[in-house]
């Protein structure tokens, strides 16, 4: 069974594929309206969402379909202890799709294993949001006519945000796409992604400072200092405000750079660049809705349901990352990928 647990899961023909499907629906919306009469969505979003959780389940509403949801864990079984292989068996015997959003870094790669319909990630830990990737590659390839060759810039914590890490494995499949990232040194980007940079040869920048690259950029990638994912809130605050673009700031950039943030943003835009027609944020929240309307559409085609593979394995536990969902739930396979753990990426000893 087909799943969407990380954008590799998509061949770059796919993706094009995909795309032409999301600029038909943006061209012909009313065509779509009856395309998913009859199917269920279940939306499990065990970490708050805005923009993933909404457009999800209007997307789903405007291919005719219907949804179900679960944005409070506290008010279902999970606050009674239940795991997620449970709820992931239980849910996905009343859904034909399910979304998933966990704090725990693969914990979609988990569901996957148990769910008897296709699941999608929306955001897994600090880990990987590729849907989120979707909306970003969909905004550009339409506001910037593709993605080859562009200079990207990626600001902020870049150790924390699952939206970069996607995003930066995703366009290091194009062609000629550099990178410039641009965070403290101590929310770089996290060593597995280093690793595989080099391993591509990828072109990339590391740097501290803003303001001297913004010249040199097509793409400029804000994100959000992750609180929430901070272990000590004094390193938090130690970094909180340490970029804020301006519409001050914003002379030295191109005229046709784009501004892109997946949102919320806290203060690290200021909405004095709100008004200029590079800020393309809004924008790209809305047509993130048109991207995840045509991956609903893929993933429902899925013509067969195979029982899941449900037997208990035991045994050591693979990874020391306490942030993976083996911790979390021991008794799930152990599954490895080039020397590293499949689910959350971290280094195998
Ligand atoms: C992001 C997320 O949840 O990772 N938001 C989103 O899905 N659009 C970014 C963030 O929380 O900073």
Known sequence: ????????????????????????ILRHPAGYRERARG?????????????TSFSFQVAMHRLGGSVFAMSEPGSTSVAKGESLKDTIIMCSGYADIIVLRHPCE?????????????????????????????????????????????????????????TVHSLIRAL???????????SPRALAIPGYLRAFLHARGQRYVEVTGLDATMSQLDVLYMTRIQR???????????????YILT???M?????????????????EIHPDVDGDPRAVYFEQARLGMYIRMALLLDLLSEPDRTPPDVAYRGGARLCANPHCITAREPHLPPLKKEGCCAYCDAWLP
Request: aromatic share 10%; hydrophobic share 40%.
């Open 1 to 24: 069974m087909r799943h969407f647990i990380d954008f590799s899961d998509l061949t770059l023909e796919e993706w094009a594929a995909l795309y032409r499907k999301f600029d038909d």
């Open 39 to 51: 199917h269920v969505l279940g939306a499990l979003f065990y970490e708050p969402s805005t923009r």
């Open 106 to 162: 693969g914990a979609a790669l988990a569901a996957s294993l148990y769910a008897r319909t296709p699941v999608i990630n929306a955001g897994d830990g600090g880990h990987m949001h590729p849907t989120q990737t979707l909306t970003d590659l969909a905004t550009i390839t339409r506001l910037r006519g593709g993605i080859d060759g562009l200079n990207v810039g990626f600001c902020g914590d870049l150790k924390h945000g699952r």
């Open 172 to 182: 290091s499949r194009f062609p000629g796409v550099s990178f410039y990232l641009i």
């Open 228 to 242: 929430e994912r901070f272990p000590d809130p004094l390193e938090y605050e130690r970094h909180r405000g340490v």
């Open 247 to 249: 519409a001050s700031k």
């Open 251 to 267: 002379r030295a950039a191109r005229p046709d750079m784009l501004v892109m943030h997946p949102l919320p943003r806290v203060d």
